[in-house]
């Protein structure tokens, strides 16, 4: 998301105000969240399991790898060619995520920043 986008959407916030942010401790999501947890005054809290899915053999490599694993994920969520995170194991991991914030911190309004990848397999 650019800063126009994500000041506009700030500018119009339309969801229950968050208590607390959590985001993946990359890079590009801890700035998006260090921006967000400005508009409330909240605090960071950084989160691994919302990091993004591990390409394996092709972590840091051209994007233009991605459709050949996606290809296999069309195939089998289950996969792990070229040592991927199966499309599985991140629904799984978020879902965790997940669960574990509703037990623990019952009540509160909790805004997650993660990547693409995790947030359309949970």
């Known amino acids: 998301m650019g800063h126009e986008q994500l000041d506009a959407l700030l500018d119009n916030w339309r969801w229950p ?3 607390r942010i959590l985001h993946s401790d990359f890079l590009r999501t801890t700035e998006t969240a260090a921006r967000i947890a400005e508009g409330f005054q909240l605090a960071l809290q950084p989160e691994p399991r919302l990091r993004e899915r591990h390409f394996g053999e092709l ?3 051209a994007d233009d790898n991605y459709p050949r694993v996606w290809a296999h994920d069309a195939d089998s969520a289950e996969h792990g060619a070229y040592g991927v995170e199966s499309v ?3 629904a799984a ?3 965790g995520v997940i669960a574990s914030l509703e037990n623990a911190l019952h009540g509160e309004t909790i805004l997650l920043v993660s990547h693409g990848d995790p947030c359309r397999y949970c």
Do not use: D, L
């Open 59 to 61: 972590e840091g490599q």
């Open 17 to 19: 105000t968050p208590t």
């Open 88 to 90: 599985a194991s991140v």
């Open 93 to 95: 991991r978020m879902q």
